[in-house]
């Protein structure tokens, strides 16, 4: 390091260099998206908890996904939303390490709630005379608490390794928010330390998983076409084609931006990608929970007309 370098406070954020006509509409559809993922995932979890007969192990992780959601959602969009309007695109140099933190926490918390919910329907399919048993409250609480506790550890363990390099300028992210890799072109040293590690962290907390959930659900496909019942292979059906719904926009958009080969225009690929992290897959979820879920639809349909009947 020399002495005439400036340490930096802040960070700009440079966002999308579109024309203000243009980021006017994306502000509108954007904000659009932003309230029906709260609204969405907030529905999901009301749901849950005003319906008894929601109160299985699948809608105790579905509720936890459903705060992971609407937490990644409002780490990033909310200020992405200010950055659109504003001209002066600063963030300090704390709530960027901070939101750095949570995006991966989330991130990584919401990848391995996926697994324990493949694990909860491969139980709950292939061994369902054991389920009770094996998916007890206590087990269920355990798993989920080591999804958030895992999550988070791994994330400090980024941040940790992030905060050791220095950042001397120039302080422009070429991102919508604080995204590690775009952070990590700012740092005036040697990042390949935490360029291995980040591989590395996603070869564990992608591949591995994704491997066993592809695992789980050819064991579940197999029990599935050995289910005689017509009604019961259709419910079986329709509740694991949700999750495999959602288990596939997750790690495709994931592996596509931590794994692949980067295109001719990584940073404007990574904003993409971000977006539907962000944005598209926290909207999605729920959607997709509640349109090929017979037993969220059968929740949905009760509290309303319980609302009619008032």
Not at 2 to 24: A, C, D, R, V, Y
Not at 83 to 93: A, D, Y
Not at 209 to 233: D, F, N
Request: charged fraction near 10%; charge should be positive.
């Amino acid at each position: 390091m020399t002495q005439n370098q400036t340490w930096i406070t802040e960070f700009i954020l440079l966002g999308f260099p579109l024309s203000l006509s243009t980021q006017m509409l994306l502000l509108g559809l954007f904000s659009l998206f932003y309230t029906f993922t709260l609204l969405g995932n907030g529905a999901i979890l009301g749901l849950i908890c005003l319906d008894p007969r929601l109160h299985t192990p699948m809608y105790f992780f579905l509720s936890h996904l459903a705060v992971v959601d609407i937490s990644y959602a409002s780490n990033n969009v909310p200020k992405m939303l200010a950055n659109l309007v504003n001209r002066k695109k600063t963030i300090s140099f704390v709530p960027c390490i901070m939101q750095t933190f949570l995006y991966m926490a989330f991130a990584h918390t919401e990848c391995l709630l996926l697994v324990a919910m493949s694990y909860d329907r491969y139980v709950a399919i292939c061994h369902p005379l054991h389920y009770a048993v094996i998916m007890s409250w206590r087990a269920c609480t355990i798993l989920a608490a080591a999804c958030w506790v895992c999550g988070s550890l791994l994330a400090l363990l980024h941040v940790v390794l992030l905060l050791r390099l220095p950042f001397c300028g120039p302080h422009k992210i070429n991102h919508f928010f604080c995204e590690i890799l775009s952070v990590l072109k700012l740092a005036c040293a040697d990042t390949r330390l935490n360029q291995v590690v980040i591989f590395a962290a996603s070869v564990f907390i992608l591949v591995g998983p994704l491997c066993w959930v592809l695992a789980s659900y050819t064991r579940i496909l197999l029990a599935i076409l050995r289910i005689q019942s017509g009604e019961g292979r259709r419910k079986a059906f329709s509740t694991c084609s949700s999750h495999l719904c959602v288990v596939g926009l997750f790690f495709g958009s994931a592996i596509a931006m931590y794994m692949a080969p980067q295109s001719r225009h990584p940073e404007e690929q990574q904003k993409v990608l971000s977006l539907f992290y962000s944005l598209f897959n926290p909207m999605l979820n729920p959607l997709i929970y509640s349109l090929r879920n017979t037993e969220v639809k059968g929740a949905l349909r009760k509290v309303l007309w319980k609302q009619r009947s008032r």
